[in-house]
């Protein structure tokens, strides 16, 4: 079981690499770093040649995914995965029924009722399968959607 949800998708190309390269290119925001900011693109991030990391430019939600990929001739792939930043602060965020759980065998608030641990593994399941799956699904599509306008894809399928 993976933590975090990761996607691969595979793309055909209407027009050739390096016309399609310069259209990323116009439509991206060059940027070592993957935060969101006001800007006209549709894209921020990195460009090398036929590889890029980018997120969307759409401010408070753009900065969840980061699409990862390259193109090759007329075929390409990418890697949709959640940014590293969210990935650390949805770790934290699954892990505080985790030092409720201490914090209350510490300070004996409480006596020990075994219920708790089913409690808590509902916790980190429901924030895991629902909460993080739910905006990933959503927020994924959003990118690849944008990512498959500003490429002008053929098709674009997962792999």
Do not use: H, W
Not at 43 to 68: E, H, R, V, Y
Not at 96 to 105: A, S
Request: with cysteine.
């Amino acid at each position: 079981m993976k933590i975090f949800p990761s996607s691969i998708y595979e793309f055909s190309l209407i027009d050739d690499q390096n016309e399609t390269i310069e259209r990323l290119n116009r439509r991206t925001e060059n940027s070592d770093n993957l935060i969101s900011k006001i800007t006209n693109k549709s894209f921020i991030g990195k460009i090398d040649k036929n590889k890029f990391k980018i997120i969307s430019s759409d401010i408070g939600k753009g900065a969840f995914c980061t699409l990862n990929g390259q193109i090759n001739n007329k075929i390409g792939e990418v890697v949709v995965e959640i940014n590293k930043p969210f990935k650390i602060l949805l770790s934290i965020l699954m892990l505080f029924p985790i030092v409720g759980f201490i914090i209350q065998l510490i300070l004996k608030v409480e006596e020990f009722n075994p219920i708790f641990i089913i409690v808590i593994l509902a916790q980190i399941l429901i924030l895991r399968f629902v909460f993080i799956e739910i905006a990933y699904k959503f927020l994924s599509k959003q990118s690849i959607n944008k990512l498959s306008d500003v490429l002008d894809t053929e098709y674009i399928r997962k792999k």
